[in-house]
């Protein structure tokens, strides 16, 4: 899916000024000019419509953050897939990552490779997937979501040592999986099932929850419930029934922003931020998601203190042209004008690299809570480099890569937000 990502902005307000070159009155009397008041920020929820068109802009990267790239070291042991989905941590001093061979890769925060290990089997101790992952650097622990059916998150240090299984609840197959605190995980379910002869029941009445690092039991649940649920995946049976094609989105409804997390479940007709324990709204898409047939899902990209994107597209699975993807829209809020524009989310550094999307790599993860992180396929950069379309820093980095190389990674730390 070529995604891109949507901006929520809010405030409404024209300045008017008096023309500077008018005269003075000619008694000296001081005179008033009314001003319009200054653009006032949304204090609560912005409500925009994802059926409308609205007018088109284009947004740099770099006018938003400052921009840097590491070059990850290429090994016999960390040859990466070309894309984010496969990193799963960033920080000064560390990166980790999986190959398509189910290998954990540990880099130093430079790229430089460190450590791999691939515990890939059917002991127990085991994982026979790396599905997701979750890091804690403080007590060196890596959580690995196993293959969906066995239900159960694999621990183990950093040097690829088992050392506890963490059974999840029943039939929760984990949408996300986020590091929430020295204790707990944060964990999305997206497992629906039928029930009496209704399709899109939600698996848990509560499917976002904090789960214990050293049990696995559920400490509290997100106050979000669903009677109906929307998936986003679709499957279609073949002839004779023995087979079927299966379509996804891959997309994460949890993003990591400055001051929490934005909970963007595709059924969801508002997009919350939880923070502190608490929920709070942030944004109300209309119409209601259940509202038109096929529905039109939303979900989160990118939250800074002046924009809010998400994306918008209607599900639609394409099984004779699965190659072709979704068609989406990619929205921003503008919280400084009280605007919503379409966005188109661009690098200065890669101009024919197309509009960037963040809901993918938003379940990376990382102490800098103003960050997020984008991967340039190592194909897309050297074709690029052939035809001088590569600029500024990643103009070196690009010189110096060859066909085995790594995929180049990209971090945006935000402008604006705190970085703790």
Request: proline content about 7%; aromatic content about 10%; some cysteine.
């Amino acid at each position: 899916m070529n995604a891109a990502s949507i901006f929520a902005l809010a405030a409404l307000a024209l300045a008017g000024c008096a023309n500077p070159k008018q005269s003075p009155p000619k008694d000296k009397e001081t005179t008033a000019y009314v001003q319009a008041p200054a653009p006032q920020r949304a204090t609560g929820p912005v409500t925009i419509d994802v059926t409308q068109s609205y007018p088109k802009r284009d947004l740099y990267l770099q006018d938003m953050a400052d921009v840097s790239y590491i070059t990850l070291e290429t090994t016999d042991e960390s040859l990466l897939h070309p894309s984010p989905s496969f990193i799963y941590y960033v920080s000064d001093s560390l990166i980790v990552a999986k190959t398509q061979e189910e290998r954990v890769v540990l880099f130093d925060g430079k790229g430089r490779f460190k450590s791999s290990f691939r515990r890939k089997g059917q002991s127990g101790k085991e994982y026979i997937d790396i599905i997701g992952m979750a890091v804690d650097t403080r007590r060196r622990e890596l959580f690995i979501y196993d293959y969906g059916t066995l239900y159960r998150i694999q621990v183990y240090d950093f040097e690829g040592n088992y050392k506890r299984t963490l059974p999840l609840p029943g039939h929760v197959f984990v949408s996300s999986l986020q590091d929430y605190s020295d204790d707990c995980l944060l964990v999305g379910d997206e497992w629906i099932h039928s029930k009496k002869g209704i399709t899109g029941i939600s698996g848990r009445e509560k499917p976002y929850f904090l789960m214990s690092k050293q049990t696995g039991k559920v400490q509290e649940e997100l106050d979000i419930k669903f009677h109906k649920r929307v998936s986003d995946s679709g499957s279609l049976p073949s002839a004779d029934g023995m087979s079927s094609m299966h379509m996804t989105i891959g997309i994460t409804p949890l993003v990591r922003t400055y001051d929490g997390w934005v909970v963007g479940d595709v059924s969801m007709d508002t997009l919350c931020l939880y923070s502190k324990g608490k929920l709070s709204p942030l944004l109300i898409r209309t119409p209601s998601v259940y509202a038109t047939e096929p529905p039109i899902i939303s979900f989160p990209t990118l939250r800074t203190p002046d924009y809010f994107i998400f994306e918008s597209l209607p599900l639609e699975f394409d099984f004779k042209n699965p190659q072709r993807g979704f068609r989406t829209t990619t929205l921003a809020y503008d919280y400084t004008q009280g605007k919503v524009f379409e966005c188109n989310l661009l690098n200065r550094d890669l101009p024919a690299g197309g509009s960037l999307n963040f809901n993918g790599t938003g379940h990376i993860q990382s102490p800098w809570r103003n960050a997020v992180f984008d991967v340039i396929p190592l194909e897309q950069l050297l074709d690029a480099r052939a035809e001088g379309k590569v600029n500024g820093p990643l103009k070196d980095i690009a010189a110096q890569l060859t066909e085995e190389s790594n995929p180049v990674l990209v971090v945006a730390r935000l402008k604006g937000c705190p970085s703790e």
